[in-house]
């Protein structure tokens, strides 16, 4: 698949599964931080862009929004962890985005 030129709110949203997820980035820094929301936050983008703003100097920053969050498009897949990170997966692969590793705190 490839990006798909649709846009919400003049960002662009990449297709992952039955769906269309909105990844917002900023920053140029050679390491990407990928910020993923806790269940129940509505909209990520809208809590989470003054951090990635402010790490934005040293990294590159994304913050996804999974199906049916924030500006996102909605799914009727099952909302099951396996299908989640292929989503995830499978957008950020559409969008380029290129993680080494991944890690929690």
Do not use: W
Request: proline share 4%; with cysteine.
């Amino acid at each position: 698949s490839s990006v798909t030129g649709v846009q919400t709110c003049a960002r662009p949203i990449y297709t992952a599964g039955n769906g269309m997820m909105n990844l917002y980035e900023v920053g140029e820094g050679e390491r990407t931080l990928l910020i993923l929301p806790a269940i129940g936050d509505s909209s990520p983008l809208m809590k989470y862009k003054a951090l990635a703003e402010s790490l934005s100097s040293g990294f590159h920053v994304v913050i996804a929004e999974p199906l049916g969050y924030g500006y996102s498009l909605s799914t009727k897949d099952k909302r099951t962890s396996e299908n989640i990170v292929k989503e995830l997966r499978e957008a950020l692969e559409n969008a380029k985005i290129l993680l080494l590793s991944i890690s929690t705190i």
